[in-house]
């Protein structure tokens, strides 16, 4: 079966507006159970017909983001959570993640009321970041990583199994899918569902095509594949993938133009410290030479 590609923005971002879809992928992600997910409002996504006329605007095109408020079942009961997702393609992208999560912590919109002390007080409600990578990490090949957060009394060695909402306030835990590293791995179902992105099942140039089989999932993850099946008959979406192809190809271009002048300001960077350095040498020598004519012009005076 041929599918529209979930890297594509566009195509993301059509499949987790999808509310059941939506659950099912970041649930399997997050291994919790979700009982109510709901998009945050429009402003904190990023929307791809915008971008177009923001070209000079790198921050706009690079991160793609989405953001969900869900309700997760836990032994205690309920939680409220946070969850962002951001996908990027490229590895520059590292501060501008920083830079929305910190926009999550700062939101005061983000926070509940809970009791404490049989006091009523605001506190943040706990974010799960999940990150999806259109490039590779440089010291780990795993697919998925998960980044789990305990607590630990340093003094005893023991883990504390109670959270705290102070503790869950400022902290979180992440989740990072590396999609290069997806390739061909199938090695349980998380991975088997994450597959969807796996580059490696493009069949075109453009790599806006993926083909896969659908009886390769389990029941409960192909209504995801056919979603993305429908994507690939709607011409609005064909359309903006191209017009993020675009984009893609002006930020390569922007990121080489930054690399060669990062290397030519570097090489310029080292010759002036060559000069400065011979600057300093030659004002030894003359400050050396300096202090040999006053001896010698001490030691004429005296021979006078």
């Known amino acids: 079966m041929q599918i529209a590609n979930p890297i594509y923005d566009v195509v993301f971002k059509y499949l987790m507006e999808d509310g059941k879809i939506a659950k099912l992928i970041i649930s399997s992600i997050i291994d919790e159970t979700i009982s109510e997910l709901t998009f945050l409002p429009k402003e904190f996504t990023t929307d791809l017909e915008n971008q177009k006329s923001k070209r000079n605007n790198r921050n ?21 959570v946070i969850i962002e997702i951001q996908k990027a393609k490229f590895a520059t992208d590292i501060m501008r993640f920083r830079k929305y999560l910190g926009e999550q912590y700062s939101n005061s919109e983000n926070s509940q009321t809970i009791q404490i002390d049989k006091r009523k007080r605001k506190v943040g409600i706990p974010i799960i970041s999940i990150y999806f990578l259109g490039h ?17 009394d340093l003094i005893t060695g023991k883990e504390i199994t109670t959270k705290e909402a102070f503790i869950e306030s400022l902290t979180h835990d992440s989740y990072v899918i590396q999609i290069p590293e997806l390739a061909h791995k ?11 992105f796996d580059q490696t099942n493009a069949i075109d140039y453009e790599q806006h095509i993926l083909s896969i089989k659908e009886e390769d999932f389990p029941e409960k993850y192909r209504q995801i594949i056919r979603k993305l099946h429908i994507a690939i008959q709607d011409t609005e979406i064909k359309k903006k993938m191209i017009l993020e192809d675009g984009i893609l190809d002006e930020l390569e271009d922007m990121d080489r133009e930054i690399e060669e002048l990062t290397e ?11 000069v400065e350095q011979e600057k300093e040498r030659v004002e030894k020598e003359n400050e050396s030479l300096k202090k040999r004519l006053e001896e010698l012009e001490k030691q004429n005076k005296s021979d006078l």
């Open 60 to 80: 706009s095109k690079t991160v793609y983001r989405l953001d969900f408020s869900a309700k997760i079942r836990t032994k205690d009961g309920f939680k409220l």
């Open 136 to 152: 590779k990490l440089n010291s780990t090949k795993a697919s998925v990583i998960g980044i789990k957060r305990t607590y630990t």
């Open 186 to 196: 199938r090695r349980n179902e998380l991975e088997i569902l994450l597959s969807v």
């Open 264 to 274: 030519e300001n570097e090489g310029i960077r080292q010759k002036l410290d060559t």
